[in-house]
């Protein structure tokens, strides 16, 4: 059974940072698409960046020059490292992977549907 556990979250002045971690358990499929959205109340979930296996990555143009996604293989775990964090930041953040790298669009970040496996999601408010 694939498991995804977000952790990091918590809050944070504007202009700080914060690094949000997602442990993958369960997975053993060889290529995959993994992702960060974030929601806040009564908005559609966001893309904010992917990463694939074979090395793709996609920032939402929201978060470019400011969030970084990357991939510890060794310790199944996805990272967004988020500086000069933003009040427009605040939401609940998740992580998602996929079975197929293509999952992970070139130019942008494709729809939630997109990804079958979910974590319960990491809260992020930044404050002005």
């Known amino acids: 059974q694939v498991q995804l556990a977000e952790s990091g979250g918590g809050q944070v002045q504007s202009g700080g940072s914060l690094r949000l971690s997602c442990v993958v358990s369960?997975?053993?499929?060889?290529?995959?698409?993994m992702a960060w959205y974030r929601q806040v109340p009564g908005k559609e979930r966001e893309g904010v960046a992917t990463?694939?296996?074979?090395?793709?990555?996609v920032l939402a143009p929201s978060v470019r020059g400011r969030f970084t996604i990357s991939r510890d293989n060794a310790a199944d775990t996805l990272y967004l490292q988020m500086d000069s964090l933003k009040p427009e930041d605040t939401a609940m953040y998740y992580c998602?992977?996929?079975?197929?790298?293509?999952?992970?669009?070139?130019?942008?970040?494709?729809?939630?549907?997109?990804?079958?496996?979910w974590g319960q999601g990491t809260q992020v408010t930044v404050s002005s």
């Open positions: 998602a992977i996929d079975s197929y790298a293509e999952s992970c669009w070139d130019l942008r970040i494709g729809p939630p549907s997109v990804f079958g496996y």
């Open positions: 369960g997975y053993h499929f060889q290529t995959y698409c």
């Open positions: 990463l694939s296996s074979d090395g793709r990555t």
